[in-house]
């Protein structure tokens, strides 16, 4: 392989592994702030459009939806599980700033997404619906940015977030 070459397979495999973290992974690491500031990390199964946003289906009753309807900001992670990972300290990963939306679950856009979320996760979605308190929420990545290793990251953009780009270096 060629040194113009090389950086092409870089990219390629990079955008691979991008893929593969989205589709099987089924719950993200979420943070959010509380109204005084405070860091709040916390986690919850997603589903995941073509244009990369994400879709969670929450309790109010969790202090990271009373965050996202507040401020209307995440930040968001996928990443590899510990037992899957070759190295603990360069688990490959997907992290996403995002703004939040809250979703009218009775809309025609809810229940598509609930529609997505049965699909995935079966049959307690159907319970969960059932419960007054869960909201719908989705959430819009502004930047991103992709880790597969030591000295390989990358940069997330384009409309749906499949430009990648090795990041650079300060």
Known sequence: MTDKARPSADIEAAGQIYRQLLSQARSLI????????SPLASY?????????RFYLFTSRLAAHTTNLQRSGQASVMVIEDEAAASQIFTRQRVIFQCQARLIPRDGAEGEAVLAQYIAR?????GLLKSLPDFQLFQLQPQSGSLVIGFGQAYRLSGDRFDTIAPRGRS
């Open 30 to 37: 979420l943070g959010t702030t509380s109204p005084d500031g």
């Open 44 to 52: 919850a199964p997603f589903v995941v459009d073509e244009q990369q």
């Open 121 to 125: 996760f079966g049959g307690m979605v």
